[in-house]
């Protein structure tokens, strides 16, 4: 440890630079790599799970559109 006392303030700010500068870039392509695979599971939620919500949409504005024709084709009698 007496090495580390002898160097110089000026190679130890250097050493302290790029230390921190090799961490910051291994977190970054960390996160990158994640966030590819984030995409990749939300391209897969979405083709799998919210497309039916569409079709369920279109259900209910297809029955919400028919619904007052039913009422008016049909007579409204109570069934009492």
């Known amino acids: ?3 580390y006392y002898n160097l110089k303030i ?3 700010l250097v ?7 090799l ?5 970054g392509i960390y996160g990158i790599v ?3 695979s984030i995409a990749k599971n939300d391209k897969a939620l979405y083709s799998e799970n919210l497309i039916g919500l ?3 949409s279109n259900l209910q504005r297809y029955f919400l559109q028919k ?5 008016k084709n049909s007579q409204t009698r ?3």
């Open 67 to 71: 619904a007052p024709q039913q009422a």
């Open 15 to 21: 050493g302290a630079f790029i230390s921190v500068a």
């Open 34 to 36: 994640n966030l590819q």
């Open 10 to 12: 000026n190679t130890k």
């Open 78 to 80: 109570l069934p009492f």
């Open 23 to 27: 961490l910051a870039t291994v977190i």
């Open 54 to 56: 569409s079709h369920i």
């Open 1 to 3: 440890m007496k090495w």
